[in-house]
Each structure stands twice: as structure tokens, then as C-alpha cells.
């Protein structure tokens, strides 16, 4: 079992920058693939990035490519989401999931979730 708690998200005004992180606990953080995926209301649920478990590998849609970096950092158990260039419509809840395997897009594939965290751009 794994445990993710998110935190970093706030308000931020459009071209600024946040940093979320996703801590974990339980089992072995380093053996998992993450990735963040994100809600606004009344939209379905969306992939943001993910990084395979050494931290090597990354993959973005192209909605955030070239302003979002995923990183993970096993030392410390910990993942995180460097957002730049915020646009008012990456306005979303951002939740972490980790996974076994390889990184992916998919939402179904991940077993473990953070409650999430509130981003929140205005224009």
C-alpha cells in the first residue's frame, strides 16, 4: 500500500508558476511510477505527465509540454509538478497517482491516489 499527499497548489495569476509535490509512504516509492492528473468541474478527469520509477522517462500531452516539468526524487520519496506559464484554464483539482510498471496516460492504470490539491490561475 501507498499513501500520496499532495500540497503546493494555490492561486497564481496567468504566466506564473507553481510547484506541487506529492509525498509518499508505504511501500518502496522508488519501485512506482507517478504521474498527475488533473479536474476541473463539470470536465472529466485529465492526464497531466507521469515519470517512470527511476525518474528517466517522462511523458506530457501537448496542452502542458514545454511549461510543465515532472520530476521525482527517491531519496526522499517524493514527486513533483513545476508548472510555468500558467494559463487560467489549468485551473483544476491536481492529483498524484502512482503505479506500478511503466508511465502512463492512463487514469485506470494507477492504483494509488493523493486527495489532491487546488490550482487555481486567474486572468
Known amino acids: 500500500q501507498v499513501q500520496l499527499v499532495e500540497s503546493g497548489g494555490g492561486l497564481v495569476q496567468a504566466g506564473g508558476s507553481l510547484r506541487l509535490s506529492c509525498a509518499a509512504s508505504?511501500?518502496?516509492?522508488?519501485?512506482?511510477?507517478m504521474g498527475w492528473f488533473r479536474q476541473a468541474p463539470g470536465k472529466e478527469r485529465e492526464f497531466v505527465a507521469a515519470?517512470?520509477?527511476?525518474?528517466?522517462?517522462?511523458l506530457y500531452p501537448a496542452s502542458v509540454k514545454g511549461r510543465f516539468t515532472i520530476s521525482k526524487d527517491n531519496a526522499k520519496n517524493t514527486m513533483y509538478l513545476q508548472m510555468n506559464s500558467l494559463k487560467p484554464e489549468d485551473t483544476a483539482v491536481y492529483y498524484c497517482?502512482?503505479?506500478?510498471?511503466?508511465?502512463?496516460?492512463?487514469?485506470?492504470?494507477?492504483?494509488?491516489w493523493g486527495q489532491g490539491t487546488q490550482v487555481t490561475v486567474s486572468s
Open positions: 508505504g511501500r518502496t516509492f522508488s519501485d512506482y511510477a
Open positions: 497517482a502512482g503505479k506500478s510498471g511503466s508511465a502512463s496516460y492512463y487514469d485506470y492504470q494507477y492504483r494509488y
Open positions: 515519470i517512470n520509477w527511476s525518474g528517466g522517462y517522462t
